[in-house]
C-alpha cells in the first residue's frame, strides 16, 4: 500500500485517556480529500516491529491541511494505543496510508440517527461536518463514563446545538435505544459506533422493530486479540512465518516481507480474506465478516484478527 | 427464450407472508390481490396494527371488499380504483415510522405504482413484499416515443403513443414500471411475426 509521509503536528491531551493529534504533509502541501466517517493506518515502528492501527479522522472534510486523529489508551493495549500515548511527539514523522471510508453516509437517507459510545464518538467528528454541509436532518447521540472522561462536548455542542443529546452514566442517564428507534420517521439510517455491547444492543434493537438492515451502519473496528504461537506457511511465497502470542497473523506476515491486502485491520471489511489450504487445528475465528458458516467450513480466515488453535497452518499466499 | 437463465432487471415476486418482527403493518391490494390479503389473514392476526387499502375494481373486476370487511379488525379503507388508493396512500405515508412493513398484491403494474408512490418517503422497493394477482399483463414503455403502452397480453403491441408495432422484451425498468418495447418491423416494414397473447 502506498503511505503518505506525515509530521506530527500538535498533540493535545482531551481527557486523561485520550490524545488528539494532529498531522501535517511534511512539504506543507495538503492531504487527499476524505469524506466523513474515513479512517486511515497509521503505522508505527516501535521495539523492533511495526504496528498498524485504523484510526477514524476527525474534522472537516474540506479543510485537508491536516488530519486529525484521537487515540485513546487501550487498558490492555497490545502496544499501538500505548506507543501513540508514550512515545509521539510533536515533530515526529509518521506513515499513514489513504484515508478509507467503511462508514459511509447514506446518501438517500431523509434523516441521520448517531449513536456514539466513549471513543466512538470520532468517525462522527467528520460525519457532523458533512451533515451540517448538506443540511441534512440529524440527531447525535452520545454516551459516556462521565463528562470528565468524555472527549469533544463542547465542541459538539458548538457544531450540533440542540442535535447533541448526552448520557452521562455517571449521572445515572441511560440511552433507551428501544424508545430512541422506534419513533423514528421513514426512511430514517441509524449509525453506531461504541463498545461491543452498544453495537450489539442497537443492532438487535432495529432488528426486532423491524428496520432494514440496510438502514442500520455499524462500525467496529476490533483490535487483533493476543493467542498462542502458531506457524503459517505461504504456499505461494514459499515462506514459513512464526506468528507471536502478541503479534496477529497479518503483523507477522507482514514483518516477513509479504504485503498482503488489507483496509480496516479490524475484522469488518473483507479485504484481507485469505484462503486456509491446511490446517491441522480448529480456525479461531475473531472477525465480523465471514458468515457462520464460511467459518465452519475452516476455508477462509481474516488474517487481521483471526488465528488458528493449532499449531501450523497453511494459506494460499 | 433461453433456459436456464434469470433476467437481472425481472421483479420476482413471492406470496405474502407477514414479517414477524415490525412495529406496524400496511396492506395494499387490488381486485384479486385481496385474496392474499385475506391469506395473510389466515395466517395470522399480527400483533402490531394493521391498516388495509383495498381498490375494488382492478382489471379483473373481482371484488372481495365484503370478505375483507369481516376479517380485517379496523383500519380497512376500500377504494373505487387503485387512482383513489394511491392518493390515500400518499397522504398516509408522512405519519409512518421506521418499523413499517409494506405487502402489495395486485397487477405488476399496480405492484410497481405502489413502489413509486412509496419512493420519495424512504421505501426501498427491495423491503416491499409483492404478490402478483390478477393477470401477466405488462406495462410497456416504448423507447421511441416513450409513452407508456398499459396492460398488455401479447408479445407485440401497438404502442399507444405513437402507433409503432413495439416488442414486449423481457427488460423491466423499475423506475417506470414497465418492460422495454422495442419498434419490430423496423427493418421491414409491415413484416410482422405472429402476435400471440402470452401475458394473459
Ligand atoms: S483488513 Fe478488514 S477484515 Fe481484515
Same mark, same amino acid.
Given at each position: 500500500?502506498?503511505?503518505?509521509?506525515?509530521?506530527?503536528?500538535?498533540?493535545?491531551?482531551?481527557?486523561?485517556?485520550?490524545?488528539?493529534?494532529?498531522?501535517? =504533509?511534511?512539504? &506543507?502541501? $495538503? +492531504?487527499?480529500?476524505? !469524506?466523513?466517517?474515513?479512517?486511515?493506518?497509521?503505522?508505527? *515502528? /516501535?521495539?523492533?516491529?511495526?504496528?498498524?492501527?485504523?484510526?477514524?479522522?476527525?474534522?472537516?472534510?474540506?479543510?485537508?491541511?491536516?488530519?486529525?486523529?484521537?487515540?485513546?489508551?487501550?487498558?490492555?493495549?497490545?502496544?499501538?494505543?500505548?506507543?501513540?500515548?508514550?512515545?509521539?511527539?510533536?515533530?515526529?514523522?509518521?506513515?499513514?496510508?489513504?484515508?478509507?471510508?467503511?462508514?459511509?453516509?447514506?446518501?438517500?437517507?431523509?434523516?441521520?440517527?448517531?449513536?456514539?459510545?466513549?471513543?466512538?464518538?470520532?468517525?462522527?467528528?467528520?460525519?457532523?461536518?458533512?451533515?451540517?454541509?448538506?443540511?441534512?436532518?440529524?440527531?447525535?447521540?452520545?454516551?459516556?463514563?462521565?463528562?470528565?472522561?468524555?472527549?469533544?462536548?463542547?465542541?459538539?455542542? =458548538?457544531?450540533? &446545538?440542540? $442535535? +447533541?443529546?448526552?448520557? !452521562?452514566?455517571?449521572?445515572?442517564?441511560?440511552?433507551?435505544? *428501544? /424508545?430512541?428507534?422506534?419513533?423514528?420517521?421513514?426512511?430514517?439510517?441509524?449509525?453506531?459506533?461504541?463498545?461491543?455491547?452498544?453495537?450489539?444492543?442497537?443492532?438487535?434493537?432495529?432488528?426486532?422493530?423491524?428496520?432494514?438492515?440496510?438502514?442500520?451502519?455499524?462500525?467496529?473496528?476490533?483490535?487483533?486479540?493476543?493467542?498462542?504461537?502458531?506457524?503459517?506457511?505461504?504456499?505461494?511465497?514459499?515462506?514459513?512465518?512464526?506468528?507471536?502470542?502478541?503479534?496477529?497473523?497479518?503483523?507477522?506476515?507482514?514483518?516477513?516481507?509479504?504485503?498482503?491486502?488489507?483496509?480496516?485491520?479490524?475484522?469488518?471489511?473483507?479485504?484481507?480474506?485469505?484462503?486456509?489450504?491446511?490446517?491441522?487445528?480448529?480456525?479461531?475465528?475473531?472477525?465480523?465478516?465471514?458468515?457462520?458458516?464460511?467459518?465452519?467450513?475452516?476455508?477462509?480466515?481474516?488474517?487481521?484478527?483471526?488465528?488458528?488453535?493449532?499449531?501450523?497452518?497453511?494459506?494460499?499466499? | 427464450?433461453?433456459?436456464?437463465?434469470?433476467?437481472?432487471?425481472?421483479?420476482?415476486?413471492?406470496?405474502?407472508?407477514?414479517?414477524?418482527?415490525?412495529?406496524?403493518?400496511?396492506?395494499?391490494?387490488?381486485?384479486?390481490?385481496?385474496?392474499?390479503?385475506?391469506?395473510?389473514?389466515?395466517?395470522?392476526?399480527?400483533?402490531?396494527?394493521?391498516?388495509?387499502?383495498?381498490?375494488?375494481?382492478?382489471?379483473?373486476?373481482?371484488?372481495?371488499?365484503?370478505?375483507?370487511?369481516?376479517?380485517?379488525?379496523?383500519?380497512?379503507?376500500?377504494?373505487?380504483?387503485?387512482?383513489?388508493?394511491?392518493?390515500?396512500?400518499?397522504?398516509?405515508?408522512?405519519?409512518?415510522?421506521?418499523?413499517?412493513?409494506?405487502?402489495?398484491?395486485?397487477?405488476?403494474?399496480?405492484?410497481?405504482?405502489?413502489?413509486?408512490?412509496?419512493?420519495?418517503?424512504?421505501?426501498?422497493?427491495?423491503?416491499?413484499?409483492?404478490?402478483?394477482?390478477?393477470?401477466?399483463?405488462?406495462?410497456?414503455?416504448?423507447?421511441?416515443?416513450?409513452?407508456?403502452?398499459?396492460?398488455?397480453?401479447?408479445?407485440?403491441?401497438?404502442?399507444?403513443?405513437?402507433?409503432?408495432?413495439?416488442?414486449?422484451?423481457?427488460?423491466?425498468?423499475?423506475?417506470?414500471?414497465?418492460?422495454?418495447?422495442?419498434?419490430?418491423?423496423?427493418?421491414?416494414?409491415?413484416?410482422?411475426?405472429?402476435?400471440?397473447?402470452?401475458?394473459?
Amino acid at each position: 500500500m502506498n503511505m503518505i509521509d506525515v509530521r506530527v503536528a500538535a498533540i493535545e491531551q482531551v481527557t486523561p485517556l485520550i490524545k488528539h493529534f494532529k498531522f501535517v =504533509k511534511e512539504d &506543507g502541501s $495538503k +492531504l487527499p480529500p476524505f !469524506s466523513g466517517g474515513s479512517h486511515i493506518v497509521v503505522a508505527l *515502528d /516501535a521495539e523492533g516491529r511495526t504496528y498498524r492501527n485504523p484510526y477514524s479522522l476527525m474534522g472537516s472534510p474540506t479543510e485537508t491541511d491536516a488530519y486529525h486523529i484521537s487515540v485513546r489508551r487501550q487498558e490492555n493495549s497490545r502496544g499501538g494505543s500505548a506507543y501513540m500515548h508514550e512515545n509521539i511527539s510533536v515533530g515526529m514523522t509518521l506513515k499513514i496510508t489513504h484515508p478509507v471510508n467503511l462508514f459511509t453516509l447514506a446518501k438517500m437517507a431523509h434523516k441521520h440517527v448517531l449513536i456514539a459510545g466513549g471513543i466512538g464518538i470520532t468517525p462522527f467528528m467528520s460525519q457532523i461536518e458533512d451533515l451540517n454541509r448538506l443540511g441534512a436532518e440529524y440527531e447525535l447521540h452520545y454516551a459516556f463514563r462521565s463528562y470528565k472522561q468524555a472527549a469533544f462536548v463542547e465542541e459538539l455542542q =458548538k457544531a450540533c &446545538g440542540n $442535535k +447533541l443529546h448526552c448520557y !452521562s452514566d455517571s449521572d445515572g442517564k441511560r440511552l433507551d435505544m *428501544d /424508545a430512541l428507534l422506534s419513533n423514528q420517521p421513514l426512511g430514517t439510517h441509524v449509525y453506531v459506533c461504541g463498545p461491543s455491547p452498544m453495537v450489539v444492543g442497537v443492532l438487535e434493537t432495529a432488528k426486532n422493530l423491524g428496520w432494514p438492515d440496510s438502514n442500520v451502519h455499524n462500525e467496529q473496528f476490533l483490535a487483533p486479540p493476543v493467542g498462542e504461537s502458531f506457524k503459517v506457511q505461504l504456499a505461494k511465497s514459499n515462506l514459513e512465518v512464526q506468528v507471536p502470542a502478541e503479534m496477529s497473523m497479518l503483523e507477522a506476515i507482514e514483518a516477513a516481507g509479504v504485503q498482503p491486502e488489507y483496509l480496516c485491520r479490524g475484522g469488518v471489511c473483507g479485504r484481507c480474506e485469505l484462503s486456509v489450504l491446511e490446517s491441522d487445528g480448529g480456525l479461531e475465528h475473531n472477525d465480523h465478516f465471514l458468515t457462520e458458516s464460511e467459518k465452519a467450513s475452516c476455508k477462509k480466515i481474516m488474517p487481521c484478527v483471526s488465528r488458528t488453535k493449532g499449531k501450523r497452518l497453511v494459506l494460499d499466499l | 427464450m433461453e433456459r436456464g437463465y434469470w433476467i437481472k432487471s425481472k421483479p420476482i415476486y413471492t406470496s405474502l407472508v407477514w414479517h414477524e418482527k415490525a412495529t406496524s403493518h400496511l396492506v395494499l391490494a387490488s381486485g384479486i390481490g385481496g385474496m392474499a390479503a385475506l391469506k395473510l389473514f389466515q395466517q395470522m392476526h399480527p400483533a402490531q396494527p394493521v391498516t388495509v387499502l383495498y381498490a375494488r375494481y382492478a382489471q379483473m373486476e373481482v371484488d372481495y371488499s365484503e370478505t375483507l370487511k369481516k376479517v380485517v379488525p379496523d383500519n380497512l379503507h376500500v377504494f373505487k380504483f387503485e387512482e383513489d388508493l394511491l392518493t390515500e396512500l400518499k397522504s398516509i405515508m408522512p405519519h409512518m415510522r421506521m418499523g413499517l412493513r409494506i405487502y402489495v398484491a395486485g397487477s405488476e403494474g399496480f405492484i410497481w405504482d405502489v413502489a413509486k408512490a412509496v419512493k420519495p418517503f424512504g421505501v426501498d422497493d427491495a423491503h416491499i413484499m409483492k404478490e402478483q394477482t390478477d393477470t401477466l399483463a405488462r406495462n410497456v414503455y416504448c423507447v421511441h416515443c416513450k409513452a407508456v403502452t398499459k396492460s398488455v397480453t401479447t408479445n407485440i403491441v401497438a404502442c399507444c403513443g405513437c402507433e409503432r408495432m413495439l416488442f414486449v422484451r423481457d427488460h423491466f425498468s423499475r423506475n417506470l414500471g414497465a418492460y422495454m418495447g422495442l419498434m419490430v418491423d423496423a427493418e421491414s416494414p409491415g413484416e410482422l411475426p405472429a402476435i400471440e397473447e402470452i401475458y394473459p
